[in-house]
């Protein structure tokens, strides 16, 4: 059973931090006109990584164990391209960008998961 | 929705940001319908109303960076009406003069843009999530 999950986890982290970083893009749209809000967001292919026990921690010892498989992101603020007057970070232009292309990307992710699930079906009825 | 509750969600976040933005806009349209107003004194004419809007936080904003927005309060701006000099006006004070409500009708045109844009812009992100979120329901049929 562990080889069909690891054909479908990394899709399934992928999906989760897309969907986690659309609640952070969706809180700098919400907070567009909050004064001294900075926006915030984070490294995506970073935190991918790391929930593939890949992350920056380094092992002294090889039989040190990666603890890797959360879903965590180090969250940081974004630099804004034309600082605003009153303290506030948020750019609609960029942000509506980014969330754009994120959402593009959930549904990439959402489409591979698709694919792998139907491909796993039609091998288990033996089609 | 409770002002307390927590930000669980993005419904959550898009949907108070639409309240907040409902505010404004509703004190754009009290603005612009006083606009033209007219008062005996210089304490009773209108001054144009803002909200103050100030960031919340979800309880578990470090590891979600979820927020959302809150009207903190809505603030009367520190403007001086002005004076029309109007003996013939019921309302004129001893002096003959009228106070006019201190609302730039401009200002308000331009917030009404912004604000409603701002409203906009929520509702699509609710809607492009919502629809991801009934693709992702779907999965692997």
Same mark, same amino acid.
């Given at each position: 059973?562990?080889?069909?999950?690891?054909? *479908?986890? @990394?899709?399934?982290?992928?999906?989760? *931090?897309?969907?986690?970083?659309?609640?952070? @893009?969706?809180?700098?749209?919400?907070?567009?006109?909050?004064?001294?809000?900075?926006?915030?967001?984070?490294?995506?292919?970073?935190? *991918?990584?790391?929930?593939?026990?890949?992350?920056?921690?380094?092992?002294?010892? $090889?039989?040190?164990?990666? $603890?890797?498989?959360?879903?965590?992101?180090? @969250?940081?603020?974004?630099?804004?391209?034309?600082?605003?007057?009153?303290?506030?970070?948020?750019?609609?232009?960029?942000?509506?960008?980014?969330?754009?292309?994120?959402?593009?990307?959930?549904?990439? $992710?959402?489409?591979? *998961?698709? +694919?792998?699930? $139907?491909? @796993?079906?039609?091998?288990? +009825?033996?089609? | =929705?409770?002002?307390?509750?927590?930000?669980?969600?993005?419904?959550?976040?898009?949907?108070?940001?639409?309240?907040?933005? =409902? !505010?404004?806009?509703?004190?754009?349209?009290?603005?612009?319908?006083?606009?033209?107003?007219?008062?005996?004194?210089?304490?009773?004419?209108?001054?144009?109303? %803002?909200? !103050?809007?100030?960031?919340?936080?979800? &309880?578990?904003?470090? #590891?979600?960076?979820?927020?959302?927005?809150?009207?903190?309060?809505?603030? &009367?701006?520190?403007?001086?009406?002005?004076?029309?000099?109007?003996?013939?006006?019921? &309302?004129?004070?001893?002096?003959?003069?009228?106070?006019?409500?201190?609302?730039?009708?401009?200002?308000?045109?331009?917030? =009404? #843009?912004?604000?409603?844009?701002?409203?906009?812009?929520?509702?699509?992100?609710?809607?492009?999530? %919502?629809?991801?979120?009934?693709?992702?329901?779907? =999965?692997? &049929?």
């Amino acid at each position: 059973m562990q080889k069909i999950i690891d054909s *479908l986890s @990394l899709h399934a982290s992928s999906l989760a *931090l897309r969907s986690r970083r659309n609640n952070i @893009l969706a809180s700098n749209i919400a907070n567009a006109a909050t004064p001294h809000f900075k926006a915030r967001d984070f490294n995506f292919e970073e935190a *991918l990584n790391k929930t593939q026990g890949k992350g920056t921690l380094a092992v002294t010892h $090889s039989t040190h164990i990666i $603890s890797g498989n959360s879903i965590t992101a180090e @969250l940081g603020y974004r630099q804004s391209l034309n600082p605003s007057y009153d303290g506030n970070t948020v750019e609609l232009a960029v942000e509506q960008m980014e969330f754009s292309e994120n959402v593009i990307r959930y549904q990439t $992710s959402l489409e591979f *998961l698709n +694919r792998r699930i $139907s491909g @796993l079906k039609s091998a288990i +009825r033996g089609e | =929705m409770n002002k307390t509750a927590n930000i669980n969600n993005v419904f959550d976040v898009s949907g108070r940001a639409m309240a907040a933005q =409902m !505010v404004r806009l509703n004190t754009i349209a009290s603005n612009l319908a006083n606009a033209s107003a007219v008062a005996g004194s210089s304490e009773e004419a209108y001054r144009a109303v %803002r909200p !103050v809007f100030e960031t919340k936080y979800a &309880k578990n904003a470090a #590891l979600s960076g979820m927020s959302t927005i809150d009207t903190q309060g809505i603030v &009367k701006l520190r403007r001086e009406p002005e004076q029309v000099h109007m003996p013939e006006h019921p &309302k004129a004070d001893e002096n003959g003069f009228i106070y006019t409500a201190a609302v730039s009708a401009e200002e308000e045109m331009v917030d =009404m #843009l912004d604000a409603n844009r701002q409203y906009q812009n929520n509702i699509e992100v609710v809607t492009t999530v %919502r629809a991801l979120m009934m693709r992702t329901i779907s =999965m692997g &049929k």
